[in-house]
């Protein structure tokens, strides 16, 4: 076996090589996997070293630089709002403004850009922006996301944090090592959580998780809390909903309902029941509303992936949803409110046995 760190043809290629800085021992060990059984390891095998480590390097870039669900998502709202402003060839589209409007962090909207630069849609420009380049139709963008094998990796994670297995603050060594895993995987993986709020790097070194455990009573003060507000911001005077995002999330829940359950479903179905939410609260037009349903989201997102219900709940939640999108389509919000707070109702009394929060 390849020694990948006393090896001096190891140490010859973290010179030749600094491209690979982060995951060359990943790769060297790898290589020495592949060149096991007795070959010599001298320079002449140096070449063939060279182009089998680029080769993986190229393949672990293009999975890493993947668009993940909410990208993806987001990259499709991003096309909406192009069709929706009428914008042409060579406009430039900002991203705070996009974050805004999404209301999201420039972070996820940076991704979704980045994804639609890889689709030829846009351009970034030095010291202009991003630029379209081309008007997409939406179906270049929108299709169905193929399943994130990240995402079990993140109902484990949010599993043992939520147990009190992972400490509060945690460094990539320990989760390499906690879970097997390689750096290139534990960065994204980091990164990913930290796109969703969940995470945040520390100054130096490490990451600090943001999110705490979840108690009884932590359960049901947030959803008496809930039951007082998201009811009464549908009927907030200045409340204005799209039809465009009530497509989106008849179509999106529609496809929960019909894909397999899976145990790694539980991000993606949170990710749009926190979507649906905040939609609502931010359509209510009163910036305090929306703010309180972030934070309620924010708090509940790592008890939502180590979900406990099965997909049985899942179908009552969908279903429960797409009736009060029905009333809102028809802009009859009083019978909307009255869903709604029946909705938090009946959630608020469900547990499961290893704790509360069924969504």
């Known amino acids: ?7 001096p043809v190891c140490r010859l290629l973290a010179i030749l090589a600094p491209a690979f800085a982060g995951r060359a021992g990943y790769f060297y060990e790898r290589a ?17 070293l060279l182009y089998f480590i680029a080769t993986e390097y190229k393949q672990e870039e293009s999975r890493v630089n993947q668009p993940t669900r909410l990208q993806q998502d987001l990259a499709d709202r991003i ?12 406009d430039i589209l900002n991203e705070n403004s996009l974050a805004r409007r999404l209301e999201v962090s420039r972070t996820p909207v940076r991704g979704a850009l980045l994804h639609l630069e890889g689709l ?4 970034r420009r030095p010291n202009r922006g991003v630029e379209l380049i081309s008007i997409p139709r939406r179906e270049k963008v929108t299709s169905a996301p193929a399943t994130d094998e990240d ?15 992972l400490p509060q603050e945690i460094s990539e060594v320990q989760v390499m090592r906690r879970y ?16 969703l709020e969940m995470v945040e790097r520390k100054p130096g070194y490490g990451w600090r998780f943001l999110a705490g455990t979840r108690d009884t009573a932590t359960h049901d003060e947030s959803y008496r809390f809930r039951i007082m507000v998201e009811p009464m911001g549908i009927l907030e005077p200045g409340f204005r909903l799209e039809p465009t995002w009530i497509e989106q999330m008849r179509r999106l829940h529609e496809d929960t309902l019909g894909r397999p359950w899976l145990e790694s479903s539980s991000v993606a179905f949170f990710e749009m029941n926190a979507a649906f ?18 934070h309620q989201n924010q708090l509940r997102r790592f008890s939502q992936y180590d979900w406990k219900f099965g997909f049985e709940r899942v179908v009552v939640n969908c279903r429960e949803h797409l009736e009060m999108l029905d009333y809102l389509a028809r802009d009859e919000r009083e019978i909307a409110s009255l869903l709604m707070r029946r909705h938090l109702e009946r959630a608020s009394h469900i547990r499961s046995r290893s704790g509360p929060d069924p969504g």
């Not at 290139?184 to 980091?190: G, N, Y």
């Not at 939609?279 to 509303?289: E, P, T």
């Open 277 to 294: 939410h905040e939609g609502l609260a931010a359509a209510s037009g009163n910036r305090f509303v929306h703010a309180a349903i972030r």
């Open 1 to 7: 076996m390849l020694n990948s760190e006393a090896h």
């Open 79 to 90: 096309v909406q709002l192009v069709t929706e402003d009428g914008l042409a060839v060579g």
């Open 180 to 195: 097997g895993l390689n750096r290139p995987i534990v960065q994204r993986v980091l990164s990913r959580l930290a796109e």
């Open 151 to 165: 995402e079990e990796w993140l109902v484990r994670i949010a599993r043992d944090h939520r147990s009190g297995v």
């Open 120 to 123: 030829g849609i846009v351009a």
């Open 32 to 48: 020495g996997r592949r060149h096991q059984g007795g070959l010599s390891m001298g320079l002449v095998f140096l070449p063939e």
